[in-house]
Structure formats: structure tokens, C-alpha cells
């Protein structure tokens, strides 16, 4: 029925058996195609765009709407074309002199397809490679309307916005779930211009000043001869520079500490890190840190499970993000600010508020909540929008204004200049995606890639041959002016403020704030870093920097690497807990968890009636079996979304047995080398279930069985009365009592507590 796919095969047919050139004039296949393999699909008109597939709706600096009729130029016709929009008869085969013969030089497209794909990389960042990105709505409260004019916080004001997390020190193929901290950079498209809140889960940092960020950088990067350990701190070089650079000890107790291992991107804090100061309508400044919160609570991983998910799905959080975005649990944060007055020591409660290694205890200045975020769509091209979006924290708006933290000035240079590398010029801003939705009219002209066809003779002002425009604006017409805050005087030095040598009382207050179970994990964390080193002499110091923290916290690492435990050397901080940098205690919402449903086939109508009841609540059920396919028949059939070989036990946030899947004959092949070689014997429970199980338990998630299953629990050293082993009469009933659990995030008391 189709002209275009009947033309191309009379031609193919003219050539089969021909010497020579193609008949009647026009260019044919030259040379057989595989009988087997019919063409996909017939030239059709362009299918509608998805929803979700258009570009943010922005405005071109000439005033035009562009986004999204950009983001649609790409597969959007019939016909297949080149570059320059002509139409293609080939695009399989290169001009050859006959179909043996050399390729010819006159091969345009041939040139024109492998030179673009020759350039299809830009550089990844130099930090931050690897990330995943999301498009979103913030609303705001206008409760920060007495403290800022930024319009965008205004009561009830809807602004668009794009988020992009990240891992920071490995490459953009590098793996999700690494122990690292975590960026949480948030681009609002406002009324006054894009504002960027280029944060970390982490709400301090490393280094005290900029000058020192590409040591640090290149401490924590794989080592320079080999390239290894990729996205790992556990390495020499970094335990080098982290504990001779003392002012890094805060940073490193925290991503020590669980949020360096993050159960996913929805269930991390945010933190702007420095203090900003806000600007009010009337002029007076407020000093404010910007915080994230979670609506689904701060989780995550334990460091085995961490390890486990390295292998087997090292798109992990990129996947939740995405997954749960699709499913419609789209997840929320509320933008908060602790506020403190502008005062000229710019300290609070004898905290330096310029030292971006202190944070300021939520239970000294509480977070005032100020809005509401929501990621509800996906990116419909990962490099348009995840991989090209540039953010930048001198992206500000009239309202927010920043302040003299020494870290937070070298960015302001750092993050236009990377993006001239990065994205090949300094015409970024009108990438689709970094397009604000302001009206721009700047006097910015040409360069590389300049997209924007710019009107007028006079890019400079005044002028007057185009009308005299553009005029500036003041104050009352929305115009950035910088908050005119008195300078300290001084002498030029290179030198620290004195405050900024207290690089302990802080740690040791983050370490006294952790439950038991949490500093067993921080002890962990150390002594598998520190074993990870090969010279002695980075452990013994780091120890020494421990001892200046705590005994208790020196000992335990000490005791794992097999040295002794030094003394402090400087006097203990008496300081306070924070009990909110604890993420354990709580309950949570579920929205988007998995929950696995193993059944070697018993009971399927109740595994029907889990998978039901699981989607009801908003989480997701996927249901595993021996092998993949199909269960039961009819209206009751159940698809099985992972066999016994590509189901492994991190994947789930809880695991429900239906029965005891036992090797069932020859379900266990030697073709899955997961839980090595079949056990001898019959009735023995198949051992990927029982690997499954016993994971499942030692991360301490919760587990259900009905149908019989406690046969299973006991094959894989899974005592019935464990805590969080819950064995129930049915389906439904196992899973009531399972989500009740998994509002805690984990079996808290199934982890043992030998120091706690
Ligand atoms: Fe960054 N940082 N940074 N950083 N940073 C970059 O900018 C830099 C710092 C953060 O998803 C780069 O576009 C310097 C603190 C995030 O695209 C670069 C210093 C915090 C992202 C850069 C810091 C961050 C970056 C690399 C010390 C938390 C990813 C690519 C003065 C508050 C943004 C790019 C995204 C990215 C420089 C310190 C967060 C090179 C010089 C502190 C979330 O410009």
C-alpha cells in the first residue's frame, strides 16, 4: 500500500542479477538486503508529541517561543533526511564503486552522518558527571514574603522548574549508588529571570575557600597513573588530602555517615550549604540557609546493598527517579530557610555563618517551610535537558543576594566559565532547556553557536539610533541591585578568618547526634575506607583526626584496622545533639517502594490479590517466579516481572513469599551462577530464593510469608520470630503487617548494636 516501500523494492529487484548500474537513471540498493528481516515500520505522519515530550515553554532572547518547537524538530516526519532537510533513499550502504569496491570520497552523507556522530560528546562535567534530571512545579507558601522580594516566593505564585542530582567524583558512566555526597541543583524559570539553588544532600562542605576545590577535586578523582578507583573516596589520595586538610573532617563524618549512601534521589535532603541573604522590599537583609526536605523522609541504603546495586543496577537512583515519575508518585520536597540577623560578625549563636563547613542545628533556628516542590515529568531527551542544563549560583534574582563565605565567590566564577568548556561557547543560556522564561533583551551578541537572530544596529547604551533602548531598570522596576552591605576593611592577605580553625566541635556534634545503630554504620564506613588505603601513615592520621572527634567513634576504627587508638589532641567540644540529623525514628509514606512477590506457584490467586492491593497503595509490586512468562491462566493470569535470574533482593524494599519455592525438578539450571551450584538433595529450597530471603534479612527489610513459607524462612537462616519476620495466614493480611514496617524504612533492631 505504501509507494515509498514498493519503489525501493522494484529498484532492489531491478538489481538483483544486474552487472551494471542501476536501470531507468535511478539509484538502487546495491546490494542484497536479508530476506529475513521485513522493514519495522511503514513512512507514516509523525505521531502526536507526547505530553510530556515538549520542551519547557521558554522565550527566545528575540522575544519568539522556541523550546518547544525545538525539542519537536527531531523525528517528526515521514521521510528520512540529511541535515540540510533532503530527502534519503539509503542510509545502510556508503557509495562504492560496485558492491565489492572501494567507498568514493563524493559519499556526502556518508560524510555528514559519521562526522556528527564523531562529535555527539561534549565534555562531562568536571564534577557532578554522572546525574538525572526531572522537570517540575514550585509553589510557593509566601511565608518568606516578609523576608524577600524575590516574586517567585510570593504567596501562591506557580514557577517551573528543572532538578538535577548527581553523584560528584565519578564519571558520567560511573554507578548510582557509590558512597559520595550528592548534588541537588534546582533551575526555577521565574517571573524575574532563572534563579539556580546549586545545592548538596550534605549541608556542609569540604574546603572553607575556592582556591582549594581542584586540590580536593583532584584528591578525590581516580589516581592520575592508573585511573582507578573510579567514584570512590576510598583511596589513598583522598584519606591524604581529608585528613592534612582538617577543615574537611565535617564533610567527611556526614557522607561517612548513611547520606553518602542515599536509598534514592527522593529521599534526600537538600541544602543550599552557604548562607545567602535575602533582600525585602523595603531593603532590610535577613541572612538565610536554604534547606530541601523530602515529604517521603531521609533513607538509605546500607553499605552492603550499596555494593550489591554497583553490579547489578548501576542506574539505580536513575531509575527510581524516572519509575516513579512515570507511575505518577511524584515525589515532593518543601524548600525551608533557617533565618538569622544580618549582623556584621555574620555569625549566629557563635557560629561563623561564612565558614560553609559549619551547619547551624535545626533545634537552634528552626527550617521555616517557604514552598512546595513537585517533579511530575520525566526529560524527554537526556541530553537536551539533564546533560546540557548549566546551572549557576550567580543565576540570581532581585531578592536573593549572596554573601562573603570565600567558597561561595570562587563559584560564582567557576560555574559560567566550566560551561564554555562544556558546552562550546558562551551562548548556553539559549539552550532550550537553560532558556529563562523571562523576557531576555540583552546586548550580548554573536559568538559560537548564537541561535538568536538579534534586531536593531545599537547593542550598547545609551544610544540613539534604536529608539534608545534598552533603559535600565531601578529598584521599584524589578532591577537586581545588590544589597549595599558595608565591606570589612583590611590589609590584602592570604589568610583564614580565626574562626574558621575550629574544625572538630562541629564533627562531634554531628556523631553525638546519630542513633546507635547509625554510628555503627559511620565506624563501618571508616574502616573500610581506611582498609582501603595502602599507607600507613593516611590511617594513623585519620585516626588521630577520629581521636579529636570521639573515643568511641577513634576505638571502633581503630579496632577494625588493627592499630592502636590515639589520643585526642585537642580538648573535646561540649556540644549539644541535633536529634534532626538522625534519620532513624519516624514514620514515613510509601509512595513508589517496591515490594517483591516471590511465588513458585503456590496460592496465585492471593499473590492476584497482594500485586492489587500493593498498586492501591501507591507502591509497586513486582512479582517473581521461576522462571519469566506468564502465571496461572485466564482472568487471574499474573505477568512475572522478574525471574529467579534477574530478580536480586536490593531491588525491593520488602520481600513477601507466597509458599516454599523448592527446587521444583530442573527450575535450577547451572545457566544462573547467582547462588552458585544447585545444593544436592531433593525438596531443598531454591537457593537464589534463599539468597534472596537472607539478603533481604540481613539488610533488615521486612519480610512475609503465608501459604507455607516458613520452610523457606528456615532454609535461609531466617528465624520465624525475628523482628520484622512476619508469617501470616494470608497474602493481604502478611502485606498489611509488612507496610506497617515499612514505614520505619528498616528493621532498625534486626541490625546489631555491639557498641550501643
Ligand atoms: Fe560545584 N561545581 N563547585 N559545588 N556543583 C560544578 O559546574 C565548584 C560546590 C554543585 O547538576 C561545576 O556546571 C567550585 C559546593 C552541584 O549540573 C563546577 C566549588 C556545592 C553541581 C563547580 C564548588 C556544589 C556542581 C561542574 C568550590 C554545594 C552540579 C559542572 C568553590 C553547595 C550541577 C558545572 C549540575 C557543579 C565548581 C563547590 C554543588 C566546575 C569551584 C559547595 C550540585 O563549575
Same mark, same amino acid.
Given at each position: 500500500?505504501?509507494?515509498?516501500?514498493?519503489?525501493?523494492?522494484?529498484?532492489?529487484?531491478?538489481?538483483?542479477?544486474?552487472? +551494471?548500474?542501476?536501470?531507468?537513471?535511478?539509484?538502487?540498493?546495491?546490494?542484497?538486503?536479508?530476506?529475513?528481516?521485513?522493514?519495522?515500520?511503514?513512512?507514516?505522519?509523525?505521531?502526536?508529541? $507526547?505530553?510530556?515530550?515538549?520542551?519547557?515553554?521558554?522565550?527566545?532572547?528575540?522575544?519568539?517561543?522556541?523550546?518547544?518547537?525545538?525539542?519537536?524538530?527531531?523525528?517528526?516526519?515521514?521521510?528520512?533526511?540529511?541535515?540540510? +532537510?533532503?530527502?534519503?533513499?539509503?542510509?545502510?550502504?556508503?557509495?562504492?564503486?560496485?558492491?565489492?569496491?572501494?567507498?568514493?570520497?563524493?559519499?556526502?552523507?556518508?560524510?555528514?552522518?559519521?562526522?556528527?556522530?564523531?562529535?555527539?560528546?561534549?565534555?562531562?562535567?568536571?564534577?557532578?558527571?554522572?546525574?538525572?534530571?526531572?522537570?517540575?512545579?514550585?509553589?510557593?507558601?509566601?511565608?518568606?514574603?516578609?523576608?524577600?522580594?524575590?516574586?517567585?516566593?510570593?504567596?501562591?505564585?506557580?514557577?517551573?522548574?528543572?532538578?538535577?542530582?548527581?553523584?560528584?567524583?565519578?564519571?558520567?558512566?560511573?554507578?548510582?549508588?557509590?558512597?559520595?555526597?550528592?548534588?541537588?541543583?534546582?533551575?526555577?524559570?521565574?517571573?524575574?529571570?532563572?534563579?539556580?539553588?546549586?545545592?548538596?544532600?550534605?549541608?556542609?562542605?569540604? #574546603?572553607?575557600?575556592?582556591? $582549594?576545590?581542584?586540590?580536593?577535586?583532584?584528591?578525590?578523582?581516580?589516581?592520575?597513573?592508573?585511573?582507578? =578507583?573510579?567514584?570512590?573516596?576510598?583511596?589513598?589520595?583522598?584519606?591524604?588530602?581529608?585528613?592534612?586538610?582538617?577543615?574537611?573532617?565535617?564533610?567527611?563524618?556526614?557522607?561517612?555517615?548513611?547520606?553518602?549512601?542515599?536509598?534514592?534521589?527522593?529521599?534526600? @535532603?537538600?541544602?543550599?550549604?552557604?548562607?545567602?541573604?535575602?533582600?525585602?522590599?523595603?531593603?532590610?537583609?535577613?541572612?538565610?540557609?536554604?534547606?530541601?526536605?523530602?515529604?517521603?523522609?531521609?533513607?538509605?541504603?546500607?553499605?552492603?546493598?550499596?555494593?550489591?546495586?554497583?553490579?547489578?543496577?548501576?542506574?539505580?537512583?536513575?531509575?527510581?527517579?524516572?519509575?516513579?515519575?512515570?507511575?505518577?508518585?511524584?515525589?515532593?520536597?518543601?524548600?525551608?530557610?533557617?533565618?538569622?540577623?544580618?549582623?556584621?560578625?555574620?555569625?549566629?549563636?557563635?557560629?561563623?555563618? *561564612?565558614?560553609?563547613?559549619?551547619?547551624?542545628?535545626?533545634?537552634?533556628?528552626?527550617?521555616?517551610?517557604?514552598?512546595?516542590?513537585?517533579?511530575?515529568?520525566?526529560?524527554?531527551?537526556?541530553?537536551?535537558?539533564?546533560?546540557?542544563?548549566?546551572?549557576?549560583?550567580?543565576?540570581?534574582?532581585?531578592?536573593?543576594?549572596?554573601?562573603?563565605?570565600?567558597?561561595?565567590?570562587?563559584?560564582?566564577?567557576?560555574?559560567?566559565?566550566?560551561?564554555?568548556?562544556?558546552?562550546?561557547?558562551?551562548?548556553?543560556?539559549?539552550? =532550550?532547556?537553560?532558556?529563562?522564561?523571562?523576557?531576555?533583551?540583552?546586548?550580548?551578541?554573536?559568538?559560537?553557536?548564537?541561535?538568536?537572530?538579534?534586531?536593531?544596529?545599537?547593542?550598547?547604551?545609551?544610544?540613539?539610533?534604536?529608539?534608545?533602548?534598552?533603559?535600565?531598570?531601578? &529598584?521599584?522596576?524589578?532591577?537586581?541591585?545588590?544589597?549595599?552591605?558595608?565591606?570589612?576593611?583590611?590589609? $590584602?592577605?592570604?589568610?583564614?578568618?580565626?574562626?574558621?580553625?575550629?574544625?572538630?566541635?562541629?564533627?562531634?556534634?554531628?556523631?553525638?547526634?546519630?542513633?546507635?545503630?547509625?554510628?555503627?554504620?559511620?565506624?563501618?564506613?571508616?574502616?573500610?575506607? !581506611?582498609? $582501603?588505603?595502602?599507607?600507613?601513615?593516611?590511617?594513623?592520621?585519620? *585516626?588521630?583526626?577520629?581521636?579529636? #572527634?570521639?573515643?568511641?567513634?577513634?576505638?571502633?576504627?581503630?579496632?577494625? *584496622?588493627?592499630?592502636?587508638? =590515639?589520643?585526642?589532641?585537642?580538648?573535646?567540644?561540649?556540644? &549539644?545533639?541535633?536529634?534532626?540529623?538522625?534519620?532513624?525514628?519516624?514514620?514515613?509514606?510509601?509512595?513508589?517502594?517496591?515490594?517483591?512477590?516471590?511465588?513458585?506457584?503456590?496460592? !496465585?490467586?492471593?499473590?492476584? &490479590?497482594?500485586?492489587?492491593?500493593?498498586?492501591?497503595?501507591?507502591?509497586?509490586?513486582?512479582?517473581?517466579?521461576?522462571?519469566?512468562?506468564?502465571?496461572?491462566?485466564?482472568?487471574?493470569?499474573?505477568?512475572?516481572?522478574?525471574?529467579?535470574?534477574?530478580?536480586?533482593?536490593?531491588?525491593?524494599?520488602?520481600?513477601?513469599?507466597?509458599?516454599?519455592?523448592?527446587?521444583?525438578?530442573?527450575?535450577?539450571?547451572?545457566?544462573?551462577?547467582?547462588?552458585?551450584?544447585?545444593?544436592?538433595?531433593?525438596?531443598?529450597?531454591?537457593?537464589?530464593?534463599?539468597?534472596?530471603?537472607?539478603?533481604?534479612?540481613?539488610?533488615?527489610?521486612?519480610?512475609?510469608?503465608?501459604?507455607?513459607?516458613?520452610?523457606? *524462612?528456615?532454609?535461609?537462616?531466617? =528465624?520465624?520470630?525475628?523482628?520484622?519476620?512476619?508469617?501470616?495466614?494470608?497474602?493481604?493480611?502478611?502485606?498489611?503487617?509488612?507496610?506497617?514496617?515499612? +514505614?520505619?524504612?528498616?528493621?532498625? @533492631?534486626?541490625?546489631?548494636?555491639?557498641?550501643?
Amino acid at each position: 500500500a505504501n509507494p515509498l516501500k514498493r519503489a525501493v523494492h522494484k529498484v532492489t529487484e531491478g538489481l538483483h542479477g544486474e552487472a +551494471g548500474g542501476p536501470p531507468d537513471g535511478i539509484p538502487g540498493r546495491p546490494g542484497p538486503e536479508s530476506p529475513s528481516v521485513a522493514e519495522p515500520t511503514e513512512p507514516r505522519e509523525p505521531l502526536p508529541p $507526547k505530553p510530556d515530550q515538549s520542551g519547557p515553554d521558554t522565550v527566545s532572547p528575540t522575544g519568539q517561543p522556541t523550546g518547544a518547537d525545538q525539542a519537536r524538530v527531531a523525528q517528526s516526519g515521514s521521510y528520512l533526511t540529511d541535515a540540510q +532537510g533532503t530527502r534519503l533513499y539509503d542510509t545502510d550502504h556508503s557509495l562504492k564503486a560496485g558492491p565489492r569496491g572501494p567507498v568514493l570520497l563524493q559519499d556526502h552523507h556518508l560524510r555528514e552522518k559519521v562526522m556528527h556522530f564523531d562529535h555527539e560528546r561534549i565534555p562531562e562535567r568536571v564534577v557532578h558527571a554522572r546525574g538525572a534530571g526531572a522537570h517540575g512545579v514550585f509553589q510557593s507558601y509566601g511565608t518568606a514574603a516578609s523576608v524577600t522580594k524575590a516574586a517567585f516566593l510570593a504567596a501562591d505564585v506557580e514557577t517551573p522548574v528543572f532538578t538535577r542530582f548527581s553523584t560528584v567524583v565519578g564519571s558520567r558512566g560511573s554507578s548510582d549508588t557509590v558512597r559520595d555526597t550528592r548534588g541537588f541543583a534546582t533551575k526555577f524559570y521565574t517571573s524575574e529571570g532563572v534563579f539556580d539553588l546549586v545545592g548538596n544532600n550534605i549541608p556542609v562542605f569540604f #574546603i572553607q575557600d575556592a582556591i $582549594k576545590f581542584p586540590d580536593v577535586v583532584h584528591a578525590a578523582k581516580p589516581h592520575p597513573d592508573r585511573e582507578i =578507583p573510579q567514584a570512590q573516596s576510598a583511596h589513598d589520595t583522598f584519606w591524604d588530602f581529608v585528613s592534612l586538610h582538617t577543615e574537611a573532617t565535617n564533610h567527611t563524618i556526614f557522607f561517612m555517615g548513611d547520606r553518602g549512601i542515599p536509598r534514592s534521589y527522593r529521599m534526600m @535532603e537538600g541544602f543550599g550549604v552557604h548562607t545567602f541573604r535575602l533582600v525585602n522590599a523595603e531593603g532590610a537583609t535577613t541572612l538565610v540557609k536554604f534547606h530541601w526536605k523530602p515529604k517521603l523522609g531521609v533513607h538509605s541504603l546500607v553499605w552492603d546493598e550499596a555494593q550489591i546495586i554497583n553490579g547489578v543496577d548501576p542506574d539505580f537512583h536513575r531509575r527510581d527517579l524516572a519509575d516513579a515519575i512515570e507511575a505518577g508518585a511524584h515525589p515532593q520536597w518543601e524548600l525551608g530557610i533557617q533565618t538569622f540577623p544580618d549582623n556584621p560578625e555574620q555569625t549566629f549563636e557563635g557560629i561563623d555563618l *561564612l565558614d560553609p563547613t559549619n551547619f547551624v542545628p535545626e533545634e537552634l533556628a528552626p527550617v521555616q517551610p517557604v514552598g512546595l516542590l513537585t517533579l511530575n515529568r520525566n526529560p524527554s531527551n537526556f541530553f537536551a535537558e539533564t546533560e546540557q542544563v548549566a546551572f549557576h549560583v550567580g543565576h540570581l534574582v532581585p531578592g536573593i543576594d549572596v554573601t562573603d563565605d570565600p567558597l561561595l565567590a570562587g563559584r560564582l566564577f567557576s560555574y559560567l566559565d566550566t560551561q564554555i568548556t562544556r558546552l562550546g561557547g558562551p551562548n548556553f543560556p539559549q539552550l =532550550p532547556i537553560n532558556r529563562p522564561q523571562a523576557p531576555v533583551n540583552d546586548m550580548l551578541r554573536d559568538g559560537m553557536h548564537q541561535t538568536a537572530v538579534h534586531r536593531g544596529v545599537a547593542p550598547y547604551r545609551p544610544n540613539s539610533l534604536d529608539g534608545g533602548c534598552p533603559f535600565t531598570a531601578g &529598584a521599584d522596576t524589578n532591577a537586581f541591585v545588590e544589597a549595599p552591605v558595608r565591606v570589612p576593611e583590611g590589609r $590584602k592577605v592570604r589568610e583564614a578568618p580565626e574562626s574558621f580553625a575550629d574544625h572538630f566541635s562541629q564533627p562531634r556534634r554531628f556523631w553525638l547526634s546519630m542513633s546507635p545503630v547509625e554510628r555503627e554504620h559511620i565506624i563501618g564506613a571508616y574502616t573500610f575506607e !581506611l582498609g $582501603k588505603c595502602y599507607e600507613q601513615a593516611i590511617r594513623e592520621r585519620t *585516626l588521630q583526626v577520629l581521636a579529636n #572527634i570521639d573515643p568511641e567513634l577513634c576505638a571502633g576504627v581503630a579496632e577494625g *584496622l588493627g592499630l592502636p587508638a =590515639p589520643e585526642p589532641t585537642v580538648p573535646l567540644a561540649d556540644v &549539644a545533639p541535633s536529634p534532626a540529623l538522625s534519620q532513624v525514628g519516624g514514620v514515613w509514606p510509601l509512595d513508589g517502594r517496591v515490594i517483591g512477590i516471590v511465588t513458585g506457584g503456590a496460592d !496465585l490467586e492471593g499473590v492476584g &490479590a497482594v500485586r492489587e492491593a500493593v498498586l492501591n497503595a501507591g507502591m509497586v509490586p513486582l512479582v517473581v517466579a521461576p522462571t519469566g512468562g506468564t502465571l496461572g491462566s485466564g482472568d487471574a493470569a499474573l505477568t512475572v516481572q522478574r525471574s529467579y535470574v534477574t530478580a536480586r533482593s536490593v531491588e525491593f524494599d520488602a520481600v513477601l513469599i507466597a509458599g516454599t519455592p523448592d527446587m521444583g525438578g530442573d527450575a535450577y539450571t547451572p545457566r544462573d551462577y547467582k547462588a552458585g551450584p544447585a545444593p544436592a538433595g531433593p525438596g531443598t529450597i531454591d537457593p537464589r530464593v534463599s539468597l534472596l530471603l537472607s539478603e533481604a534479612f540481613r539488610h533488615g527489610k521486612a519480610i512475609g510469608v503465608w501459604a507455607g513459607g516458613e520452610p523457606a *524462612l528456615e532454609a535461609s537462616g531466617v =528465624p520465624a520470630d525475628a523482628p520484622g519476620v512476619i508469617v501470616a495466614d494470608s497474602g493481604t493480611a502478611a502485606l498489611e503487617r509488612v507496610t506497617e514496617l515499612m +514505614g520505619s524504612h528498616r528493621v532498625w @533492631e534486626r541490625f546489631t548494636t555491639p557498641r550501643g
